[in-house]
């Protein structure tokens, strides 16, 4: 069978990526132009900026993810993009990078969904999935559990009732004020602390739902407490506590849906995917459930890239699900295929 060459391009929050794979699996160059230093200054991404910084990377990342990969212009086969969910404006700047690419290359264009990018980043470098399969979708804008009967049938059976999991992080980052975004920081933090401070348990309505705004209250109101009593808030011990509660929920959660469901494989994807604590709480699953493969993308493949893309795009070239060039940016873009 012919190798499939799929350029692909990811613009949907602060990273401008573009990323060449072969055959859904095989990343070729995977560039990553990451605003992050400069959101940094604001605690948190300020669209405007956003949009114009992708304006400015785009050209560069995409020459750069083709000379990586050694491979000229006309061994492409397609060119996929992320539609959405996103910022509107962001997105607008792949999209159009896209359609110009696919339409002076003569080659289809396939309009991928974000949230089907990060869980098919499982499959990078690794088999395809097993189906039935529980995918906890795990992002700055998203906490989801999407259950997958077969490689083309999905229903999301929990989600966040208010903050996703990320946000959370990210917020209780700013009331400890350390660098955005505060997912990141708060693991490493809490590997020099220990979970000392009492938390509330977050409640969400809902068998299979999450909710975490009341564990950040918590966290506000913890910070307010000491500070008021004049005693020194430990902030790894915090990030510990923090990351505690809101993981175990994640865990807690997933694990009532393992019992219930007759799964072959459950897999981790989106940016919290690289925390460490959820890492190895899926390793003890693993242990416990050995009859059922658990996964996670390679650290590379959490955070926000082109290569998920192009490996989600894979199954859609192959099914002929192509776009047009009237089709658009979708911020709250829902279907997953
Ligand atoms: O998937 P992603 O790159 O962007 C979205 O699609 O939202 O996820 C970004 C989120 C941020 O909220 C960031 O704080 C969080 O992922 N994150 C982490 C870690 N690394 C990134 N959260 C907890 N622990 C981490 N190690
Ligand atoms: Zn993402």
């Not at 491979?71 to 990078?97: E, F, M, N, R």
């Not at 996703?164 to 209780?172: C, L, P, T």
């Not at 020099?192 to 909710?211: C, I």
């Not at 564990?215 to 505690?244: I, T, W, Y």
Request: aromatic share 8%; glycine share 8%; net charge negative.
């Amino acid at each position: 069978m012919k190798d499939v060459y799929i350029l692909a391009i990811e613009s949907s929050c602060d990273e401008t990526a573009c990323a060449i794979v072969k055959n859904g699996k095989e990343v070729l160059s995977n560039v990553v132009n990451s605003q992050i230093d400069f959101h940094k200054q604001y605690g948190g991404v300020i669209p405007e900026s956003a949009s114009r910084m992708h304006v400015e990377n785009i050209s560069k990342v995409i020459d750069s993810a083709i000379n990586q990969a050694k491979i000229k212009h006309s061994d492409l086969d397609a060119v996929a993009y992320t539609q959405g969910p996103g910022l509107i404006g962001s997105l607008h700047i792949g999209v159009v990078a896209a359609k110009t690419l696919a339409w002076t290359l003569g080659l289809p264009l396939i309009p991928v969904n974000h949230i089907y990018g990060h869980i098919m980043a499982n499959q990078i470098d690794n088999d395809d999935l097993d189906y039935p399969l529980l995918a906890l979708v795990v992002s700055g804008g998203h906490s989801e559990l999407i259950y997958f009967k077969d490689k083309n049938t999905y229903e999301v059976l929990g989600k966040t009732t208010d903050d996703a999991v990320g946000e959370a992080f990210d917020k209780v980052g700013r009331i400890m004020d350390i660098p955005y975004p505060g997912g990141v920081e708060i693991d490493k933090l809490s590997k020099d602390g220990e979970a000392l401070y009492k938390l509330t348990e977050p409640k969400a309505e809902g068998e299979y739902n999450f909710s975490f705004s009341g564990l950040k209250s918590s966290v506000l109101q913890l910070v307010a407490r000491e500070n008021k009593a004049g005693r020194e808030v430990d902030n790894a011990n915090l990030a510990a506590s923090f990351q505690m509660v809101a993981i175990d929920q994640l865990i807690r959660v997933s694990e009532e849906l393992i019992n219930k469901l007759e799964l072959k494989q459950f897999v981790l994807a989106g940016g919290v995917a690289a925390n460490s604590r959820l890492r190895d709480e899926v390793k003890r699953l693993s242990k416990t459930y050995p009859h059922i493969k658990f996964g996670y993308p390679q650290m590379k493949y959490c955070s926000d890239n082109a290569a998920m893309i192009g490996a989600a795009a894979y199954p859609l070239y192959k099914n002929k699900k192509f776009g047009s060039l009237s089709d658009g940016a979708n911020p709250s873009h829902r279907k997953l295929f």
